[in-house]
């Protein structure tokens, strides 16, 4: 069994997909998907890059007696997705998360969200292209994930052709209004502080767009809907 949260195996557990399945999925996903949410032009990278985490993953971090060189990192983040309740916010975070064009104001007209995450339920694949900077990027990856009680469970093992290795969940956050991530992956001590710092990039610049859309949406709304605004 891969690393998964110990919530995932309580109750009726998420039928994630099999080594072979996925990467049968993975392959194929190249075919139209892909081509759905990114350039065409990044296919190859997909894959290569894919690739390289693979060799990556099976020839450092899972060398047997190597476990005492091993950290765990584990990441929180709010997701500010608008919705006046848990229910709307469900909805939002449905949309968000599949091939659906993204609403405004997170279109990308009124503001830039740069990094772009996407649940392929028929396959049980999630798709992420993750910025740390607005222009910079790392290639596009993939790994499983399943949506089970109104939250998405996301799984990392250690032959997905993903930098990282562990889980993660989204779901609302049940301390206070919101959407929460809540994820745990596997890394080499040594590594930590790099992963830190790209975790901390990723959902800082995530979350801080996200809320300079949403304001520069409720401006454009203030202003349409302003006397003499239709002159």
Sequence with gaps: MWNIHPSFTQGEVPEFPGPCAFLCAWIKIGCGDFCKLYNCLLLPVFYISGIFWFIMKVLFLNQPGLEQCRSVLRVEADIPLPGLNSQERLEFAKKW????????????????????????????????????????????????????EDRWLLTFPWWCPHMMEGWAIIEENSSKPGILVEAEFQCW???????????????????????????????????????????
């Design 97 to 148: 998360y599949s091939f659906e064009p993204r609403p405004a104001p997170f279109d990308n007209k009124s503001g830039v969200v740069s990094s772009k995450f996407t649940h392929v339920a028929k396959s049980s694949l999630w798709l992420e292209l993750v910025a740390f900077h607005r222009c910079l990027m790392l290639p596009p990856m993939t790994n499983m994930a399943v949506f089970h």
């Design 189 to 231: 001590w040594i590594l930590r502080p790099i992963y830190e710092f790209l975790a901390k990039s990723v959902f800082s610049l995530y979350v801080n767009q996200l809320k300079a859309c949403g304001k520069s949406g409720m401006a454009d709304q203030e202003d349409a809907e302003a006397p003499g605004a239709s002159a």
